[in-house]
């Protein structure tokens, strides 16, 4: 079964950053393009960020372009998001997937910017 554990997340200020990791089993995380999403509740789940299965190709929304970054480490099957100059609108929960949709996730993260 494909699990995937997020960890990394807190309460920080306007400004802060933060570094989110997530350690994958039960697939072969070094041939999957994987994905970070994210909600805030009552929300739909949102599109953050991409990579390719060998680490390039990054892709980011909008919304989090320069100041969040993507990386992967294949030989410890672990997903990272690197979350720099936080703003409260990046107060969500945060997850891993296999797909965009976010259909396949972990538990999440909970990420709270605030002053």
């Known amino acids: 079964d494909v699990q995937l554990v997020e960890s990394g997340g807190g309460l920080v200020k306007p400004g802060e950053s933060l570094k989110l990791s997530c350690v994958a089993s039960?697939?072969?995380?070094?041939?999957?393009?994987m994905f970070w999403v994210r909600q805030v509740p009552g929300k739909a789940l949102d599109f953050v960020s991409s990579i390719n299965a060998v680490g390039g190709g990054a892709a980011y929304t909008a919304a989090v372009k320069d100041r969040f970054f993507i990386s992967r480490d294949n030989a410890k099957n672990t997903l990272y998001l690197e979350l720099n100059s936080l703003q409260p609108e990046d107060t969500a929960m945060y997850y891993c997937?296999?797909?965009?949709?976010?259909?396949?996730r972990g538990q999440g993260t909970q990420v709270t910017v605030s002053s």
């Open positions: 997937a296999t797909d965009i949709r976010g259909q396949e």
């Open positions: 039960g697939f072969n995380f070094s041939l999957r393009r």
